[in-house]
């Protein structure tokens, strides 16, 4: 993979809306990883959209761009907020750098960005004034995400003494264990620099019946290196690779069958594997997208469809249970389901959403994507609990709605397995 140019920025208060755009995102896919962070912004909206925008305006919140889209952001302290680490195993008299919400857009991760982002914090904070330590809060319940310090480099220092605090977990790292990291260190408020991101493994792999070598990307996406180690991708691989194929559509196929599973499964499993959405019309699925609305709560759609045509628009998909019935009523009056009638109006409130100029504007400028008029889809129910002919006249009466059902994914998955099969890459 090529480095990328991006550059990193001291926050103002006009980037508000982009950091809350990370925080949100974040908080809708962490249901997913079996922990309530974030679940609510504590201790209520308002303290906490000030924090954050005071944060902003101390100029201690530093946003990485990527272009006009936000990938990481990071805010810091030279003090610590005494009722949380005063309890704490840690030396306070020595000078550190306090990390809070520390966030990767989930288009960038996996690349080692976040990683990258805290040890510059704590290498910047030791040139201005000496800080010896990297110190930060972690959720209290989610111990993937102490982990995930602790293969840094992080040691547990203690909890905070409040109980009802959430993010009482507490870790620091010295500063002296940091290695070499790619965002440089510069004087001002801004940088340009060059970032590679986390670099592919290689390994062997049986491809059309002959053993090659690959390159496994940090997204997962695979791709056939030459004699000269020059990378080719793959057709229909990105995590869909030849070798995996049949275990991923029995994984779906195991899901779609359970009676216990639930939106949020189903919604991981399309993230881990978008693939089965985009099919061959779109070039990425990006999950949950915020849409935000000054006057209300924030849409977040399940997914936005990026067509492979950069000059065309997105498009939103949204999921429900493979359970949901898709038509009802006698035989001589069949007619969709009050479950996809529902979707069909959460969908329309997301197209709504971009009849407003400034509002598809704020779009593609935090995410990159266009949209005007999105086509709705919804991914429902089974096509095989139903005559082709009563469900293709009850969609009639909504037009606009694209219906797949769980079984149309699991065809095109399997005939993409067979079309793929003895080619030559």
């Given amino acids: 993979m090529n480095a990328l140019r991006i550059s990193i920025a001291r926050g103002t208060r006009e980037h508000l809306e982009a950091v809350l755009g990370l925080i949100y995102e974040a908080s809708a896919w962490l249901p997913m990883k079996a922990t309530d962070q974030w679940a609510q912004p504590w201790p209520t909206k308002e303290r906490h959209d000030a924090t954050v925008l005071n944060g902003l305006e101390t100029g201690n919140t530093w946003i990485v761009w990527h272009g006009a889209i936000p990938a990481a952001t990071v805010t810091t302290a030279s003090q610590a907020n005494p009722p949380v680490w005063s309890g704490s195993e840690c030396n306070l008299s020595e000078p550190a750098v306090y990390a809070h919400r520390l966030i990767t857009a989930r288009d960038y991760a996996g690349w080692g960005l976040g990683a990258e982002l805290i040890d510059w914090a704590g290498v910047r904070a030791h040139r201005e004034y000496g800080a010896k330590w990297i110190r930060i809060e972690v959720w209290t319940s989610n111990t993937a995400l102490h982990d995930y310090y602790l293969k840094r480099g992080f040691e547990p220092c203690g909890y905070c003494a409040d109980p009802d605090y959430p993010s009482g977990a507490l870790f620091q790292k010295p500063v002296s264990n940091i290695g070499a990291f790619t965002i440089p260190q510069f004087s001002g408020s801004f940088a340009e620099f060059d970032f590679l991101p986390k670099q592919p493994n290689i390994g062997m792999a049986l491809v059309d019946g002959k053993l090659r070598m690959i390159s496994i990307q940090a997204d997962g996406s695979v791709r056939l290196l030459d004699p000269y180690n020059q990378a080719h991708s793959l057709l229909y691989v990105a995590s869909f690779r030849a070798s995996e194929q049949k275990a991923l559509i029995d994984e779906l196929e195991t899901l779609i069958n359970s009676k216990s599973v639930s939106e949020s499964q189903l919604q991981h499993f399309f993230e881990r594997n978008p ?109 095989s609990d139903y005559l082709a002919n009563d469900l293709r006249k009850a969609e009639s009466v909504v037009p606009e709605l694209a219906i797949t059902t769980y079984d149309d994914l699991l065809e095109r998955a399997r005939f993409r397995m067979k079309m793929t099969k003895g080619k030559r890459y």
């Fill in 275 to 383: 693939e089965f959405l985009c099919g061959d019309l779109y070039e990425a699925a990006h999950p949950h997208i915020v849409l935000q609305r000054p006057e209300a709560g924030p849409l977040i759609p399940d997914f936005a469809l990026k067509p492979y045509n950069d000059a065309a628009l997105c498009d939103l998909m949204e999921l429900k249970l493979p359970s949901a019935r898709l038509v009802v009523g006698p035989n001589d009056r069949k007619r969709l389901s009050q479950v996809v009638m529902d979707a069909c109006a959460q969908l329309r409130e997301y197209r709504r959403y971009f009849d407003l100029p400034r509002n598809r504007k704020a779009i593609e400028e935090t995410y990159g994507l266009r949209f005007f008029l999105p086509k709705m889809m919804v991914v429902i129910g089974r096509r």
